[in-house]
């Protein structure tokens, strides 16, 4: 296999006396699609947030193209473009409107002429169906479209990876779709991404990969049939019972 | 009331209103730098500067500015630093000021969720990029109330300049009581002058916070 795109190894991450992470250790093939799932609390949104040096790490390694990312490091900036990530609440910049939360990073930081991410951008709108919002503000739109837009404004930043941090807990079932699809499509395309969620559904279609955290460790880390049908973990099985209803009549 | 009188000595307000301005303007402008800079190391955090702010605003903010000035006016002097009323009274409005504005500034800067710090630099953004581009400019709408609030306040304040034999509104207003006993008018237009200076500040204020609220985001 070739070199990954990504490679954690052994990290470790604690608050005060508490591990959150303990000794994790993945690597992320490019074009790979990874679910991350566990109970809330488990670490996964945490794991993201330590991938993009949100937050400083006690023990190990995350490197991308075998460049180590690290907190507070001079080039943080420059590795951080390469990796695009949405979040559960609405990120957009309430200040801007839509086409200028997408062209903001592109030009300030890319250097990248106005016109040419402008049309990258609207093109892109066009694909999420919303192109007839660019000038709108944040609060104009929904939390589906704000999602939308949120993961407009990643790709334009061109990133080798995507990451999803629960971006559909917040939104009303209609919308959780619109966004959903958004995602699949990438997946299609050949993104590499790591996602994390609750919609197990979602996870079984999109996933090459599932890895089911519990209590800061990998517990298992499988593709998303065996997950589903054959779990080895009691914990895994007692998760995914969770997502089962027997009828009450 | 005496119009005659009134007439006579209009020229002599409206010199002391221009020194009024020109120093309330100054200090107040100087005020905001301050403001700024001790927002900025208060958000952030950074060490020693941040203490340092600290006592700073805790000093200013509890004492009257009236002694303030006295002590840079009649104190400094005593260690070797002279400087004239005119600066003095800049500086004394700006030692005042820069704690009001720093806290108005504060407030507006944690009124933003850490998400909006956090998305900037996840799109690659430096630290300095993300608060440019993407916290002050929320930050500085928020507290444009405060702000606001602050510069009326900061130009009221300016009438205890007399105190230090400077010849503002008030002092001006003063000697003419003294030399003619004309209280009414004397004060009559003290009080004009000081709506004149004022009331334009707060209109123009609350028309600020009207655009902000309802057009700045997009309604």
């Given at each position: 296999?070739?070199?990954?795109?990504?490679?954690?190894?052994?990290?470790?991450?604690k608050?005060?006396n508490?591990?959150?992470?303990?000794?994790?250790?993945?690597?992320?093939?490019q074009?790979?699609?990874?679910?991350v799932?566990?109970?809330?609390g488990?670490g996964?949104?945490?794991?993201?947030?330590?991938i993009?040096a949100?937050?400083?790490?006690q023990?190990?390694?995350?490197?991308?193209h075998g460049?180590?990312i690290?907190?507070?490091s001079?080039?943080?900036?420059?590795?951080?473009?390469?990796?695009?990530?949405?979040?559960?609440?609405?990120?957009?910049?309430?200040?801007?409107n839509?086409?200028?939360?997408?062209?903001?990073?592109p030009m300030?930081?890319?250097k990248r002429k106005?016109?040419?991410?402008?049309?990258?951008?609207?093109?892109l709108?066009?694909?999420?169906?919303?192109?007839?919002?660019?000038?709108s503000y944040?609060?104009?739109?929904?939390?589906g479209?704000?999602?939308?837009?949120?993961?407009?404004?990643?790709?334009?930043?061109?990133?080798?990876?995507l990451l999803?941090d629960?971006?559909?807990a917040?939104?009303d079932?209609?919308?959780v779709?619109?966004?959903?699809?958004v995602?699949?499509?990438?997946?299609?395309?050949?993104?590499?991404?790591i996602i994390?969620?609750?919609?197990?559904q979602f996870?079984?279609?999109i996933a090459?990969?599932i890895?089911f955290i519990?209590?800061?460790?990998?517990?298992?880390?499988?593709d998303?049939?065996?997950f589903?049908e054959?779990p080895?973990?009691?914990?895994?099985?007692?998760?995914?019972?969770?997502?089962?209803?027997?009828?009450?009549? | 009331?005496n119009?005659?009188?009134?007439?006579?000595?209009l020229p002599?307000?409206?010199?002391a209103?221009?020194?009024?301005?020109k120093?309330g303007?100054?200090?107040?402008?100087?005020?905001?730098?301050?403001g700024?800079?001790?927002?900025?190391?208060?958000?952030?955090?950074?060490?020693?500067?941040?203490?340092?702010?600290?006592?700073?605003?805790?000093?200013?903010?509890?004492?009257?500015?009236?002694?303030q000035?006295?002590f840079?006016y009649?104190?400094?002097?005593?260690?070797?630093?002279?400087?004239?009323?005119?600066?003095c009274?800049?500086?004394?409005?700006?030692?005042?000021?820069?704690?009001?504005?720093?806290?108005?500034?504060?407030?507006g800067?944690?009124?933003?969720?850490?998400?909006?710090?956090?998305?900037?630099?996840?799109?690659?953004?430096?630290?300095?990029?993300?608060?440019?581009?993407?916290?002050?400019?929320?930050?500085?709408?928020i507290?444009?109330?405060?702000f606001v609030?602050?510069?009326?306040?900061l130009?009221?304040e300016?009438?205890v300049?007399s105190?230090?034999?400077?010849?503002?509104?008030?002092?001006?207003?003063?000697?003419?009581i003294?030399?003619?006993y004309?209280?009414?008018e004397?004060?009559?237009?003290?009080v004009?002058?000081?709506?004149i200076?004022l009331l334009?500040v707060?209109?123009?204020?609350?028309?600020?916070?009207?655009?902000?609220?309802y057009?700045?985001?997009?309604?």
């Amino acid at each position: 296999m070739a070199e990954p795109l990504l490679k954690i190894e052994h990290l470790t991450k604690k608050f005060e006396n508490n591990i959150v992470l303990d000794d994790i250790s993945f690597d992320v093939a490019q074009g790979e699609v990874i679910v991350v799932v566990g109970a809330s609390g488990c670490g996964k949104s945490t794991l993201l947030r330590c991938i993009n040096a949100l937050e400083p790490i006690q023990g190990g390694s995350i490197k991308l193209h075998g460049e180590e990312i690290v907190y507070g490091s001079k080039n943080l900036a420059k590795m951080r473009q390469q990796i695009g990530m949405v979040f559960q609440s609405y990120d957009l910049f309430p200040h801007k409107n839509v086409i200028d939360n997408i062209l903001l990073a592109p030009m300030k930081v890319q250097k990248r002429k106005k016109s040419e991410v402008r049309e990258e951008a609207m093109e892109l709108l066009r694909r999420v169906g919303l192109d007839d919002k660019a000038e709108s503000y944040p609060r104009q739109l929904s939390g589906g479209q704000k999602q939308r837009v949120a993961i407009v404004r990643a790709l334009c930043m061109h990133p080798v990876m995507l990451l999803f941090d629960e971006v559909t807990a917040a939104l009303d079932p209609e919308m959780v779709r619109e966004v959903l699809d958004v995602m699949l499509s990438l997946a299609k395309q050949g993104r590499t991404m790591i996602i994390v969620t609750h919609e197990m559904q979602f996870a079984r279609a999109i996933a090459d990969r599932i890895l089911f955290i519990d209590k800061g460790k990998i517990v298992e880390d499988t593709d998303p049939d065996t997950f589903f049908e054959h779990p080895a973990s009691d914990r895994a099985k007692q998760f995914l019972n969770i997502f089962n209803f027997e009828r009450s009549k | 009331m005496n119009w005659d009188f009134i007439q006579e000595y209009l020229p002599l307000y409206e010199s002391a209103a221009l020194l009024t301005v020109k120093i309330g303007v100054a200090g107040i402008a100087l005020s905001i730098v301050i403001g700024f800079l001790c927002a900025v190391v208060l958000f952030f955090k950074i060490p020693v500067l941040r203490q340092a702010v600290s006592v700073y605003i805790e000093i200013s903010r509890n004492t009257p500015l009236l002694i303030q000035l006295f002590f840079i006016y009649y104190a400094l002097p005593k260690i070797g630093i002279k400087i004239n009323p005119e600066v003095c009274g800049m500086v004394g409005l700006a030692f005042l000021g820069g704690s009001y504005m720093a806290e108005a500034f504060r407030s507006g800067l944690e009124a933003i969720e850490p998400i909006q710090m956090e998305s900037a630099l996840s799109l690659g953004m430096e630290k300095s990029q993300a608060l440019r581009y993407v916290v002050l400019p929320q930050a500085v709408s928020i507290s444009v109330p405060a702000f606001v609030a602050n510069i009326i306040f900061l130009l009221k304040e300016t009438s205890v300049f007399s105190a230090i034999s400077l010849m503002d509104l008030m002092f001006t207003a003063k000697d003419l009581i003294g030399q003619y006993y004309k209280t009414t008018e004397s004060l009559f237009l003290l009080v004009v002058f000081y709506l004149i200076i004022l009331l334009p500040v707060s209109l123009l204020g609350s028309f600020i916070e009207r655009r902000l609220r309802y057009a700045g985001f997009g309604s």
